[in-house]
């Protein structure tokens, strides 16, 4: 290279065209590297203040007032299951057979109408979904309630669910389908048991991400399942969860509670992560061509 | 190639096996035209219900809703004018920090690196974008606003002091570390929806541009220029998710509804407000007003994300 730019003797024009290149390229490589970086920071960050209250206490004990030993968050832990419960039997079927319906009987235009809608939805912010519950259920039940949380917890799966079923269904190969027909099956159990079973791995895959998403949800749930520092397992009364327990503890000015919560924090974390690292382990082999 | 297929399989059916369709079948069907239905009713309900329920306030205060920023439980008096500054300025601050950024790391992952790099970075960027807001609320309050206090602010004061944007009081908290906290959370979203959008320029013309004695950064830029509607949708979709951010920016922004010029001051966003008031509100004009603040941010994430969805699909569906 250094021979070649002796020998032409390069125009200026070219030199700054070169200067120019090299000096974007590394401004692209130190954009990368400043995006990575804050991630890193609040993965260690967490990690380091976490994992030293993480034990067994955390899991299986109530919170505590300050100052005693052994405090944990048994009941948000709890909460947040049956919040996710809750959420998931709303979110799934809404989120697979709307997926269904776009994938394998929507024409270009109905297609288009809802796959819009959907990302429409995903767009909402969560706190408004929260409003809604709290109009809907809140309003009429005349309390907080573990249920209308859910409610809005389901709400926000949809659009994740909707989304990849419909991709992954894409994928099963048209031919698949026609040999079912072909040997007489009706079209309802090809599309369930043939298209349907042969992208369920992704379609599993992309349930876990709504729920690792719906498991960290916070601004929804602070006037629908309102938090409970109690042990509450009813649908239809305040509940704890994970997320509320952490805000709660993490704007409070006591030390032990702001370690409680950096625990908590860190399960969520945790649980994002191996979420995500099994979609990419799954979704590998099906993508390995635009990734 | 699919559609054709649908299409042959669809035009048999409605010759021959129209008479045979089993009532499975049409019941299937219309089951799932159900839920998709549903979706898009949900969709319209939760605009209905929240209009519904806002309608005491619209009634009380009219426009100048909007247009006053007198904000007082107490004389319930109700004007949003603080917040939705707050907002506009956090978001829009947020989106210009992120935005040259996001298309850096668009690029540097789409059209720099090899694929031994790109697979780790891509996914350590996807997982950013998992992380729950209330996380980066919490390391935003411990981490992020200590070092703006302690670091940043004074650099900036003693550096470009002579602006009214960058000075008084250094909290750490504030518009200032909410916009960065904003910006660190919609980085992967404009980033990835860059990428798509590269994606879908044909690689041919980038060959084209090496032919002609092209750069590396003229062939990228020029791919870039092609793709820019779609990397402004993915701006604009940026822009909307970071309007409509609630715990993130309630932990950081200082939560003071005020409106001052200095990016140190604390400030307030219409989501914040909702988080923090709605749950004590006493009074049904305070509960109704703070759901007008909703409605708002409901209607201009709707305009924004629509707006953004339609560039996004003038660029990818032309592949």
Request: glycine letters at 8%.
């Amino acid at each position: 290279m250094e021979l070649t730019e002796k020998k032409f003797k390069m125009p200026g024009n070219i030199r700054r065209r070169k200067l120019v290149n090299s000096v974007m390229i590394i401004l692209c490589v130190i954009a990368g590297i400043i995006t990575i970086l804050p991630l890193l920071y609040i993965f260690f960050y967490t990690t380091k203040s976490g994992i030293t209250s993480l034990n067994l206490d955390f899991f299986i004990n109530m919170p505590k007032p300050v100052g005693e030993e052994g405090g944990g968050m048994a009941n948000a832990i709890v909460g947040s299951i049956i919040l996710i419960g809750i959420g998931s039997l709303i979110g799934i079927p809404v989120g697979v057979m709307s997926g269904i319906y776009i994938s394998e009987y929507s024409k270009n235009i109905t297609a288009f109408i809802i796959k819009f809608v959907t990302d429409i939805l995903s767009g909402i912010p969560s706190i408004i979904i929260g409003i809604f519950a709290y109009g809907l259920i809140v309003i009429n039940m005349q309390r907080f309630s573990a249920l209308a949380g859910g409610f809005a917890l389901g709400i926000l799966m949809i659009p994740t669910i909707t989304k990849v079923t419909e991709e992954m269904l894409k994928l099963v190969p048209q031919s698949i389908r026609e040999a079912s027909l072909a040997l007489g099956v009706s079209r309802w159990k090809t599309v369930l048991r043939i298209a349907l079973t042969t992208a369920s791995s992704g379609i599993i895959t992309g349930i876990l991400l709504a729920i690792a998403r719906a498991a960290g949800e916070t601004a929804p749930l602070l006037f629908t399942a309102f938090g409970n520092s109690f042990w509450q397992t009813e649908i239809d009364q305040p509940i704890a969860a994970l997320p509320l327990q952490i805000f709660a503890y993490a704007i409070s000015p006591y030390e032990d509670w702001h370690r409680q919560a950096w625990a908590g924090a860190f399960v969520l974390i945790l649980l994002v992560f191996v979420i995500n690292l099994i979609v990419r382990f799954v979704t590998r082999n099906k993508f390995s061509g635009n990734q | 190639m699919q559609e054709s297929d649908i299409k042959i399989s669809e035009e048999i059916s409605t010759k021959e096996i129209r008479s045979k369709r089993k009532p499975g079948d049409i019941f299937f069907e219309n089951l799932t035209l159900l839920f998709a239905l549903l979706l898009i009713g949900l969709v319209l309900f939760i605009a209905i219900e929240i209009y519904g329920d806002s309608a005491e306030s619209i009634e009380h205060f009219g426009f100048s809703f909007i247009f006053s920023s007198d904000w007082n439980p107490v004389t319930e008096k109700f004007g949003a004018l603080a917040f939705i500054y707050g907002t506009i300025v956090s978001s829009i601050l947020a989106l210009l920090i992120s935005l040259p950024v996001s298309i850096g790391v668009a690029v540097f992952l789409s059209e720099i690196v090899h694929k031994s790099v790109r697979t780790p970075v891509s996914f350590l960027v996807e997982i950013l974008a998992a992380i729950p807001s209330i996380i980066y609320g919490f390391w935003g309050i411990y981490v992020l606003a200590p070092f703006m206090a302690s670091t940043v602010q004074p650099a900036l004061s003693s550096l470009f002091g002579f602006l009214p944007l960058f000075q008084g009081p250094i909290f750490g908290t504030g518009m200032l570390t909410a916009s960065l906290i904003l910006a660190i959370m919609i980085t992967p979203i404009i980033s990835s929806i860059t990428r798509d959008v590269l994606k879908a320029i044909p690689v041919s013309q980038r060959e084209a541009a090496y032919a002609l004695g092209a750069t590396r950064w003229e062939a990228i830029k020029m791919a870039l220029l092609n793709a820019r509607s779609g990397i402004l949708g993915g701006a604009v979709l940026g822009l909307g998710r970071a309007i409509g951010e609630t715990m993130a920016v309630t932990m950081v922004i200082g939560n003071k509804a005020q409106i001052k010029a200095s990016l140190f001051e604390p400030a307030y966003s219409m989501a914040s407000v909702i988080a923090n008031e709605f749950a004590e509100a006493s009074g049904s004009l305070h509960i109704s007003s703070l759901i007008e603040i909703g409605l708002l941010l409901f209607g201009v994430t709707f305009i924004v994300n629509t707006f953004a969805r339609i560039l996004i699909y003038s660029v990818t569906r032309k592949t």
